[in-house]
Nanobody, 121 residues
Framework: VQLQASGGGLVQAGGSLRLSCAAS????????MGWFRQAPGKEREFVAY????????YHADSVKGRFTISRDNAKNTVYLQMNRLKPEDTAVYYC???????????????WGQGTEVTVSS
């Protein structure tokens, strides 16, 4: 299984980025997906979750109303649209697959390598 995250970069506060995570080696259309992030000096934290059918979505309170998770099962890809970015969103963002409990890091079977997002003030 491979999860390839991309789309990170340097952006000014208030700006937008869209992260992508391309999956291979698993039945993506039946896999729940999640995004997590780890800021410098902090533990990794849950950002967003989407069920295999896209019916169920969760977003952490810290990003609710600014970030949106989505997926395209035809492209085996999950996205994280990030708007109105803040300096505190600076982190390495990871995608993960097959989460049995949306916000529980240890419940996910597979992890990508991460993509770095830096938001300048």
């Amino acid at each position: 299984v491979q999860l390839q995250a991309s789309g990170g970069g340097l952006v000014q506060a208030g700006g937008s980025l869209r992260l992508s995570c391309a999956a291979s080696g698993l039945t993506f259309s039946r896999s729940s997906m999640g995004w997590f992030r780890q800021a410098p000096g902090k533990e990794r934290e849950f950002v967003a979750y989407i069920s295999w059918s896209s019916v169920t979505k969760y977003h952490a309170d810290s990003v609710k109303g600014r970030f949106t998770i989505s997926r395209d099962n035809a492209k085996n890809t999950v996205y994280l649209q990030m708007n109105r970015l803040k300096p505190e969103d600076t982190a390495v963002y990871y995608c993960a697959a097959n989460g049995r409990i949306s916000g529980l890091e240890s419940s996910y079977d597979y992890w990508g390598q991460g993509t770095e997002v830096t938001v300048s003030s």
